[in-house]
């Protein structure tokens, strides 16, 4: 019987960045925003910070099959998210858990570059994935940028290319996709706000394809992002939400934390998105310790 008050569980399979706004931190941090208790198995150990990844180290695939093992039979998560994990033999280990039942509720983020440009994932990854672990995710959500090396194509030019990515990457096996991060050119006459931008990911299921859109949040603190969206994704299943409901709520997820980081100056490259609800804000200080980024946001 379970106690009440007990929290769900989720787990994380995923890098540590040591600026804390990607990765196992981001994870963490999101889970506890959602009141899901975040459990860890790590995958590498990055030397990161807000201008970019300088040094990479991978976590030996015993080692990181030893932290699953011991987290699923311990505390029994609902729903498990994997980030980054860097190398073909622990996406392999992983694919063969999931194809054996043992990783429910599935989120794949197929992290394979840094924003700022740095490879994430080594040799064979991209390969390994497609073959092991993909076809067992119940929703994998790679950006644009991923989804075209999947698929082996350029990046979408337009709504209707990211489209197709969606749809092309539900053949691979998987249960449903979101390819996030589209940025198109608004349609004249559209509402939300004077930002010309709209940020679109493309959810697709065997029952077709929908686009959830909203204006871009004009931010140069989006370090962290699809961390951030693939997390909440997981924390959201691991309450009980169904699928469709997770994915709107981590979208709103994401859209407030960008909300809530775009005055912040944290560190000196693209700060990190905050997962500190509304006690992240220090009204009291915005003034005069960011004057840096001072721009306003409109309503979501
Ligand atoms: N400036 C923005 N305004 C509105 N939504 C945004 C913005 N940047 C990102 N998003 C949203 O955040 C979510 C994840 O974004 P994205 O695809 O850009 O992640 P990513 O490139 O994988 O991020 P990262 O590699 O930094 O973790 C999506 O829902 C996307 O639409
Ligand atoms: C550890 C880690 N995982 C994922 C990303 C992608 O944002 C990152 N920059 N670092």
Known sequence: MTRSGTPPVALTIAGSDSGGGAGIQADLATFAALGVHGATAITAVTVQDTTGVHQVHHVPVEVVLAQVHAVLTDLRPTAVKTGMLGESGIVRSLGALAADGLLPQLVVDPVLVSTSGHRLAGRGVVASL?????????????????????????????????????????????????????????????????????????????????????????????????????????????????????????????????????SWQLGRGRGPVSHLGPRGRCERDEPDLHPRNTRTQQPT
Not at 133 to 158: F, K, M, R
């Open 130 to 262: 497609r073959e092991h672990l993909l076809p067992h995710a119940d929703v994998i959500t790679p950006n644009t940028n991923e989804a075209a090396v999947l698929l082996g194509c350029h990046p979408p030019a337009s709504l209707e290319e990211q489209s197709a990515q969606a749809r092309a990457l539900l053949e691979l096996g998987c249960t449903a996709v979101v390819v996030t991060g589209g940025a198109f050119a608004r349609s004249p006459g559209s509402h939300g706000g004077s930002n010309h931008v709209q940020r679109t990911d493309v959810v697709a299921t065997a029952r077709g394809v929908r686009v959830l859109a909203g204006h871009e949040i004009d931010t140069s603190n989006d370090h962290g992002t699809g961390c951030t969206f693939a997390s909440a994704i997981a924390g959201s299943l691991a309450t009980g939400r169904p699928l469709d409901a997770a994915v709107q709520a981590a979208r709103s997820f994401v859209r407030q934390s960008l909300q809530r980081s775009a």
